[in-house]
């Protein structure tokens, strides 16, 4: 059934090619049932106790080591929606039919890169399939030549993702070095292992590999490179690095390795907490003096993944639900708050914030759905993002770091700031001269962001409800 | 043991006339001899599977892109070119001392730790290896293989515009 | 002739941060994009270089050239890719230069 997820979007993506060329407006919609099944997946894991005889043939076919369990179906269902939001901002915003249709492959080779990852037990595996999402990315992010000046940038923007990408990944194949060294194989279990023996080659080894991670998720000081890249690429490029690519190559493998391999160690607690914390607060610092749209919520996704860190320096018990659940929320509204942003620059053609003001009348469906996702992340109740910080907070409690719970919570408030400011600055007062003839922009760019808007709602209302099933079904 | 030092010492000679040339033609020759002798170090230590591969791949078909790709991007001015020249002597000077001071400085560390030869031994076949259990591998393979031709048909497409 | 291999470790290491250090420096100290790729390159040798050393040194030789096999395939890939961005960058602004792309700010 694993190897399914790898296989489907595979075929998808050759069946793609060999459509002919006037069937290939379909594109865009193929990818998306790939998507739908790829959300079904996520759920279908809790239940996959049927086993079909056909998935048995399969497996000895394509004998993959993989697991699927709680951890990964999360990364699935986050790729799946982010996926489908990131395809149908493409719709409106890329008029070119064949730039549609690379990317919608590129987005399903990217998938696959995202379900290895998601499913992987050893190190090298991981770093391999990191690095196909990785490639897929360089090509969406440099792709598309537009006639605008934001596309002058897509290259300066690539240029610093693709040179730290290859520092991290020569970070992390040096450290499935060391771990050779130390145990003779490379899986996760191997690793633990050789941890607990306290040999020093594997503390290297995962070191290492932490710093390689680190960069990959654009954690302080190495998240130079994050605000270039999202801000520069295309629209619905950017809504899918920001709401899955960056956190499924870094974030993610954290989580499995917190989950697995650290289990709560000592050194590797502090560092987490330490990075966590910095990132946290630089994030957020950054975020408050910019302009440029897409650059504060950049800067606003660095904050936020330091509090997925966070979360995981803390009781471990209540941490990897705590950074699930962040890591969830965040997919969810920071994709939305990049669509309203594809929104607000196909209408207005900039998205210079002191340029803007008043919008909020003419454009009223975005201002909404803006003003959800940016207090879901703030931490308001009853939206989802206030119980995930409850939670991260909660973890740092409970494991009796108090100062780190403090900054958490502090930083909170400086995250409302800087998205306050967003919203004075683009939908509050009066609409300005120039922006008098603006209107809400098409369906097709709405549906995202609103659908996205309901599930920040909806998770947040009914969170108790969910947290019961989540426990009652086991993690 | 000491022409296999040797031939390490001149694997780094090589990196270092790839970084340090001038004429960009000439970086990649040494570029392509660096990996030329990895892949003779890496058959002396008994990769040969490997080695063929390094030689094959990286001396050849990676050169052969990076020349193409010089190629279709000859920089227009030759005063823009003379002048890079003489700044870039001067960012570059440093790195052979750089080089040679690292090497002497690790070559006074002595490690406690006994890393050699301490698991015990036994491995199989490259070929059982690769084509039984790292079946996934060979997987992302060939999917990084489909995103690069994504890349090419993207990348190097025409201007129609 | 026989080759002796050496079996320190150390030694391997020191060649593998020499390697490192050139690549790094090679790929800052320039202003020409394909002189980083360049620099790239000898990134991803220097780690062929450690890996398949600790499959000699820990005995996993075949293991190791799987990985390094895989690793040569990624390499191939990315430095096809970059080399196509770097296409991308030339058509744009006829320069090989990265000084002329420093207009983003923050």
């Known amino acids: 059934m694993s190897d399914l997820l790898l296989l489907v979007p595979f075929v998808a993506v050759i069946f793609l090619n060999l459509l002919p060329k006037r069937a290939r407006g379909a594109a865009l919609w193929i990818a998306f049932g790939v998507l739908v099944l790829e959300v079904a997946a996520a759920f279908a894991e809790r239940f996959a106790t049927i086993e079909v005889s056909a998935f048995a043939a399969l497996e000895r076919v394509f004998p993959f080591h993989l697991a699927t369990d709680g951890l990964a179906g999360l990364l699935m269902l986050c790729a799946g929606l982010v996926g489908m939001a990131a395809l149908l901002v493409a719709r409106k915003t890329f008029e070119d039919a064949d730039d549609r249709f690379f990317f919608s492959n590129l987005v399903l080779v990217a998938l696959v890169g995202i379900n290895g990852i998601a499913m992987v037990r050893d190190l090298f595996s991981l770093y391999v399939f990191v690095e196909v999402t990785a490639v897929a990315t360089f090509i969406l992010i440099t792709a598309r030549r537009m006639a605008g000046n934001e596309g002058d940038h897509a290259f300066e923007g690539a240029w610093k993702y693709i040179l730290l990408s290859v520092i991290a990944s020569v970070l992390m194949l040096t450290a499935v070095g060391f771990l050779l060294l130390s145990t003779g194989e490379i899986t996760l279990a191997a690793a633990k292992e050789a941890l607990a023996t306290q040999d020093p080659l594997a503390w290297i080894a995962m070191g290492l590999f932490l710093c390689g991670l680190f960069v990959k998720g654009a954690l302080v000081p190495f998240h130079g490179w994050l605000a270039d890249a999202y801000t520069a690429a295309p629209a619905p490029v950017s809504v899918f690095m920001a709401g899955i690519v960056t956190k499924a190559s870094g974030i993610f493998a954290l989580l499995r390795i917190a989950q697995s391999t650290l289990g709560g160690a000592a050194p590797g607690r502090e560092i987490l907490l330490v990075v966590g914390a910095v990132t946290i607060v630089v994030g957020a610092f950054l975020a408050l003096t910019q302009t440029n749209m897409k650059r504060m919520l950049a800067y606003s996704s660095v904050s936020q993944m330091g509090y997925i860190v966070l979360a995981l320096g803390g009781d471990l018990g209540i941490g990897i639900l705590a950074a699930g659940f962040h890591f969830f929320n965040h997919a969810i509204s920071k994709s939305q708050l990049f669509a309203n942003a594809a929104a607000i620059e196909k209408e207005l053609g900039t998205l210079d914030m002191d340029e803007m003001g008043g919008i909020g009348s003419r454009m009223p469906v975005t201002a909404g759905t803006t003003a959800v996702a940016t207090l879901s992340i703030a931490g308001l109740p009853p939206l989802a993002g206030f119980w995930s910080k409850l939670l991260i907070v909660l973890a740092l409690w409970n494991a009796g770091e108090y100062a780190f719970a403090a900054v958490a919570i502090l930083v909170s408030l400086v995250t409302l700031a800087y998205f306050l400011s967003l919203q004075r600055r683009v939908f509050f007062g009066k609409p300005l001269e120039k922006w008098a003839k603006v209107h809400e922009t098409a369906p097709g760019l709405l549906v995202p962001a609103v659908a996205l808007a309901l599930v920040t709602i909806a998770l947040g209302i009914g969170f108790p409800f969910v947290l019961k099933v989540l426990l009652g079904g086991g993690a | ?161 | 002739m026989t080759i002796e291999i050496p079996t320190s470790f150390w030694l391997y290491f020191t060649f593998f941060a020499l390697l490192f250090l050139d690549g790094i420096w090679c790929m800052l100290a320039t202003r020409n994009l394909v002189r980083v790729l360049i620099g790239i390159e000898i990134l991803m040798k220097s780690v062929t270089f450690f890996l398949i050393a600790a499959g000699y040194l820990s005995g996993r030789m075949a293991l190791a050239q799987a990985l390094v096999i895989t690793v040569i395939v990624i390499e191939v890939v990315v430095v096809v890719v970059i080399a196509g961005v770097i296409l991308g960058f030339f058509r744009k602004h006829d320069s090989l230069d990265v000084g002329n792309a420093r207009d983003m700010k923050g």
């Open chain 2, 1 to 161: 043991m000491i022409w296999f030092t040797l031939l390490l010492v001149l694997l780094v000679l090589a990196a270092l006339w790839a970084s340090m040339a001038t004429a960009l033609l000439r970086a990649m020759l040494g570029l392509a001899l660096t990996s030329a002798l990895l892949a003779v170090v890496m058959f002396a230590m008994g990769a040969t599977l490997a080695a063929v591969l390094e030689l094959s791949v990286c001396a050849g078909l990676i050169s052969v892109v990076m020349v193409s790709v010089t190629s279709l991007t000859q920089p227009r001015s030759l005063k823009e070119a003379v002048a890079a020249r003489r700044s870039r002597l001067r960012r570059l000077w440093p790195l052979p001392l750089v080089l040679i001071a690292a090497g002497v400085a690790l070559s006074f560390v002595r490690v406690p730790v006994d890393i050699v030869f301490r698991l015990p031994a036994g491995d199989g076949d490259v070929r059982t290896v690769l084509w039984s259990m790292r079946q996934l591998d060979l997987f992302g393979q060939i999917l990084i293989l489909l995103a690069g031709v994504f890349g090419v048909l993207v990348l190097f497409r025409k201007e129609a515009k």
